[in-house]
């Protein structure tokens, strides 16, 4: 039942997504262009003003985030992470940034749930899901997809999540399913990135595993897969093939000395072919980049099983961010936090485990184990709306039944 006293013009799905586009398109621009400390500080504000909206849009629900204890205390064990861890220079705007994620999804929810309109301007909606992917796809010849995006991951989960996006706001239609389906298969064909591709076979797999049919049907699938593996000449195909070769030539000697492991020599001696991307041996170096920070996890134990080690522990010690958002979770913000965020998600998955969306979502959160993806502010806004939004729908109809 929609509640009388919420002024709905001043909560509009359009007005959502377009600001989300313009952040993302002027975003892309500063990356390629300018790289202007000035436009990013102006990105921030606006980053600002938008949470504001979304915290007034909640209000107006009767929703306040801070009453529910476990956001709170998250959020104030990541701020005194960031006191006492001050020196190593922690991100303060990602407070900010997991408070606008959390009143997203919110804002998804209070759609459904007092039946707000979602749906788009067509012209707003085709430029959320196609503008980027057109941009990239027509300028960017970058073996990394790096000219507008940080990397071609972060470009493929824009895609995903317009992809979650354009099924959520036609309310699961069957039509949507496919298009949705195109959308997500054309960032990936576009990005070439291997971390989609495990994370949507492991999420067919996982969701299959009980139904003969389809099961059948995800087999021929990954035999279909393994051919183009082999035989095809896109570029995703030849990175897995060139990987299986890197995979092959190492010893058990080099598995169990991984962390000394020299990468550089292990690329040259299994060479890929001219103008294909040259970071084949990814995979191999996350697993050592996991194994140091872990080591540093367990060795500071009398605090960091609590509050972490604090925001931007990893990249300021060790260069680099984890490559891994559960990873980065526990190491950087405790184990308080990261089995909070668990429970989140086991009550999503224990709400939507029947649903069409879980084909959409759950590929995109398992793709968060090999990338840095939290730090996105646009993507994570879609993405959170959509995962509130099924929330309550699949929530309400297990009720119901």
Same mark, same amino acid.
């Given at each position: 039942m929609l509640?009388?006293?919420?002024n709905?013009?001043s909560?509009?799905?359009?007005?959502?997504?377009a600001?989300?586009?313009?952040v993302?398109?002027?975003?892309?621009?500063n990356?390629?262009l300018?790289q202007s400390?000035?436009?990013?500080a102006?990105?921030?504000?606006l980053?600002?003003?938008f949470?504001?909206y979304l915290?007034s849009c909640?209000s107006?629900?009767?929703?306040?985030v801070?009453?529910n #204890?476990k956001?709170?205390?998250c959020?104030?064990v990541?701020?005194? $992470?960031?006191?006492?861890?001050y020196?190593?220079s922690p991100?303060?705007?990602?407070v900010l940034k997991f408070?606008?994620?959390?009143?997203?999804?919110y804002l998804?929810?209070?759609f459904? #749930?007092?039946?707000v309109?979602?749906k788009?301007?067509?012209?707003i909606?085709?430029m959320v899901c196609?503008?980027?992917?057109l941009i990239?796809?027509?300028?960017d010849?970058?073996?990394?997809?790096?000219?507008f995006?940080?990397?071609s991951?972060?470009?493929v &989960?824009?895609?995903g999540?317009?992809?979650?996006?354009? &099924?959520?706001l036609?309310?699961?239609? %069957? #039509?949507a399913?496919?298009?949705?389906? +195109?959308?997500?298969?054309?960032?990936?064909l576009?990005?070439?990135?291997?971390g +989609?591709?495990?994370a949507?076979l492991l999420s067919?797999?996982?969701i299959n595993?009980r139904?003969k049919n389809?099961?059948v049907?995800t087999?021929v699938?990954?035999?279909?897969f &393994?051919?183009?593996?082999? &035989?095809?000449s896109f570029?995703?195909?030849?990175?897995?093939r060139?990987?299986?070769e890197?995979?092959?030539?190492?010893?058990?000697?080099d598995?169990l %000395?991984?962390?000394?492991?020299?990468l550089?020599?292990?690329?040259?001696d299994?060479?890929v072919?001219? %103008?294909?991307?040259?970071?084949n041996?990814?995979?191999?170096w996350r697993?050592?980049?996991?194994?140091?920070i872990?080591d540093d996890?367990f060795?500071?134990?009398?605090y960091?099983?609590?509050? $972490?080690l604090?925001?931007?522990?990893?990249?300021f010690y060790?260069?680099?961010?984890?490559h891994?958002?559960?990873?980065?979770?526990? +190491?950087e913000?405790g $184990?308080?936090?990261f089995?909070?965020?668990?429970s989140y998600?086991k009550?999503?998955?224990s709400?939507?485990r029947n649903? #069409?969306?879980?084909?959409?979502i759950?590929?995109?959160?398992l793709?968060?184990l090999?990338?840095?993806?939290?730090?996105?502010?646009?993507?994570?806004?879609?993405?959170y709306?959509?995962?509130g939004y099924?929330?309550y729908?699949c929530?309400v109809?297990?009720?119901?039944?």
């Amino acid at each position: 039942m929609l509640r009388t006293d919420i002024n709905m013009k001043s909560i509009s799905i359009n007005f959502f997504l377009a600001f989300l586009i313009a952040v993302l398109l002027v975003t892309m621009l500063n990356n390629h262009l300018f790289q202007s400390s000035a436009v990013q500080a102006i990105l921030y504000l606006l980053q600002i003003l938008f949470i504001s909206y979304l915290v007034s849009c909640n209000s107006q629900f009767g929703v306040n985030v801070f009453n529910n #204890k476990k956001n709170l205390i998250c959020l104030c064990v990541i701020v005194f $992470g960031m006191l006492v861890f001050y020196k190593q220079s922690p991100l303060v705007g990602n407070v900010l940034k997991f408070f606008g994620y959390i009143s997203c999804f919110y804002l998804g929810l209070n759609f459904e #749930k007092y039946d707000v309109d979602i749906k788009p301007k067509s012209l707003i909606l085709n430029m959320v899901c196609f503008l980027p992917l057109l941009i990239v796809g027509i300028f960017d010849h970058s073996l990394n997809q790096s000219m507008f995006f940080p990397n071609s991951n972060t470009f493929v &989960y824009w895609g995903g999540c317009c992809a979650l996006l354009y &099924y959520t706001l036609n309310n699961g239609e %069957n #039509k949507a399913v496919h298009i949705s389906a +195109i959308i997500l298969l054309l960032y990936v064909l576009v990005g070439s990135s291997l971390g +989609i591709v495990a994370a949507l076979l492991l999420s067919i797999i996982i969701i299959n595993r009980r139904n003969k049919n389809l099961m059948v049907m995800t087999i021929v699938m990954a035999f279909v897969f &393994y051919l183009l593996v082999l &035989y095809s000449s896109f570029s995703i195909f030849a990175r897995i093939r060139n990987v299986i070769e890197i995979y092959k030539s190492m010893s058990l000697d080099d598995w169990l %000395n991984l962390k000394e492991l020299e990468l550089w020599t292990l690329q040259n001696d299994n060479a890929v072919a001219d %103008n294909m991307r040259s970071d084949n041996t990814s995979s191999i170096w996350r697993l050592q980049h996991w194994l140091r920070i872990t080591d540093d996890f367990f060795t500071n134990w009398m605090y960091s099983f609590l509050i $972490g080690l604090g925001d931007n522990y990893t990249k300021f010690y060790h260069h680099l961010k984890p490559h891994n958002d559960f990873l980065r979770v526990l +190491i950087e913000y405790g $184990g308080v936090v990261f089995f909070v965020l668990i429970s989140y998600i086991k009550q999503l998955f224990s709400a939507i485990r029947n649903e #069409k969306c879980f084909y959409f979502i759950l590929p995109l959160i398992l793709y968060h184990l090999t990338e840095n993806l939290i730090d996105g502010f646009p993507s994570n806004c879609l993405f959170y709306f959509c995962t509130g939004y099924w929330y309550y729908k699949c929530i309400v109809k297990t009720a119901v039944i």
